[in-house]
């Protein structure tokens, strides 16, 4: 997307497979994300705030972005699907590192696992819904049957999910209605923003609140010819330099494919960002805290002074950027700190061919499947079933309870 459209541009309604670019590794990789890098653009418009405020000699103050004041990082297990080798060499890096991850499952594969989610609990982990089905629909009323089918499971279990996040990554519209619908505290659409703070859709908080996370994963960094260790560097680099930019950088694998094949590297990852002074926050509480960030308060210009009035502090100090000709802004009696804004250079490389490949060869996948109607979606449920040996005796009971198909076997073996 152009610069000179984004005036125009609705963030969360356009989105699809598209290339990241890894500086330091100097590769791309392909996930779904909107055409709009809005962490970017939010740097880009403090850097012109900061300029004109400055050319002004006004003082220019924020809602800082940093909780506490401190950096932090987090990580995200999408659980598609269960195997015990997997979540086993995933509970042992939570385990090593002392880390609470926050874990989303499908419930379609996870509902026989109730020990294992049990285990989770038992393990200090944060457990969270990823739909029943792992796909996200087009379709409010399919979203819908989705996730209250999971959220039925999850609750037998004793466990009411405060979050959730689309299969896949899509930002459907009948997702997001669905989900609002539900009232789910927060979700995580790639589709909706990658690498940015959280936000509310259209800013409306009726919306469960939006936690980007950076999209990669052992399975794209693959995909994309990353070797292992230029893998874990990129997600090095990345954590240091989110961090530094918003406070917080959220990753993210799968426990198959991804945590189970790099045990050791994730380990090591995780004791190296913490080394390097950037504390551990749980999604959940990240969410939690930023959901109590102020948004709003009075600024009075007072006998000769800038004051801020109606401000509560919450854990999101404010802060002030340019110094103005004024003098420093008070608040509560005391001058702002002061912080200089953190310039960024963005670097553009446009993909190879190789990766605009993989990019609109995945656009394409699961396209049947995301447009199902609700009939589609009961009906691929009975071959979902009749491929397994219970589901297969379950369906033969309940269709011999037909009485016209009854008469019909009978008719055809006489
Ligand atoms: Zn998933």
Redesign the pocket.
């Known amino acids: 997307m152009c610069i000179r459209d984004s005036h125009k541009y609705v963030q969360g309604v356009e989105w699809g497979h598209r290339p990241y670019y890894s500086a330091g590794i100097g590769k791309h990789f392909v996930e779904v994300g909107p055409p709009l890098d809005t962490g970017a653009l939010r740097q880009l418009l403090l850097e012109i705030l900061t300029h004109c405020f400055e050319w002004l000699g006004l003082p220019l103050i924020r809602v800082s972005p940093f909780c506490k004041n401190k950096r932090y990082f987090s990580f995200r297990v999408?659980a598609?699907g269960f195997t015990e080798s997997s979540t086993e060499a995933a509970l042992r890096i939570a385990r090593k590192t002392g880390l609470r991850f926050t874990w989303f499952l499908?419930m379609g594969r996870w509902k026989k696992q109730g020990q294992w989610i049990r285990r989770l609990v038992e393990h200090n982990q944060d457990v969270q819904l990823?739909c029943f089905r792992?796909m996200t629909y087009a379709s409010r009323e399919v979203n819908d049957i989705n996730i209250r089918k999971a959220l039925a499971l999850m609750q037998r279990n004793g466990i009411t999910p405060n979050a959730i996040v689309s299969?896949?990554g899509c930002n459907d519209k009948g997702f997001s209605e669905a989900i609002k619908e539900q009232a789910f505290e927060y979700s995580s659409e790639f589709g909706y923003a990658v690498d940015d703070l959280p936000s509310f859709p259209n800013n409306d908080s009726a919306y469960p609140l939006q936690v980007p996370v950076h999209p990669g994963c052992s399975g794209v960094f693959h995909k994309a010819g990353f070797t292992e260790a230029e893998q874990f560097e990129h997600l090095y680099e990345h954590a240091r330099r989110q961090g530094d930019l918003d406070g917080i950088c959220l990753l993210y694998d799968h426990p198959n494919g991804g945590l189970d094949a790099h045990e050791v590297q994730f380990v090591q990852l995780f004791d190296k960002v913490s080394l390097r002074g950037y504390k551990y926050l749980c999604m959940s509480d990240y969410c939690r805290a930023w959901l109590q960030r102020p948004r709003n308060f009075r600024v009075l210009f007072n006998r000769g002074q800038i004051e801020v009035d109606g401000f509560s502090d919450n854990g999101f100090r404010l802060e002030q950027i340019t110094d103005g000709t004024i003098g420093p802004v008070q608040w509560d009696g005391k001058p702002l700190p002061q912080v200089s804004s953190r310039g960024m250079v963005d670097e553009f490389v446009y993909p190879p061919h190789s990766i605009r490949e993989v990019a609109l060869e995945m656009g394409q996948r699961h396209l049947k499947q995301r447009n199902f109607s609700k009939a589609g979606w009961y009906t691929n449920e009975v071959f979902e079933a009749l491929r397994t040996y219970s589901g297969y005796k379950a369906t033969r009971r309940l269709l011999s309870r037909v009485r016209w198909l009854r008469a019909l076997r009978g008719r055809m073996r006489h």
Request: aromatic letters at 0%.
């Open positions: 999408d598609d499908d990823h792992h299969p896949l």
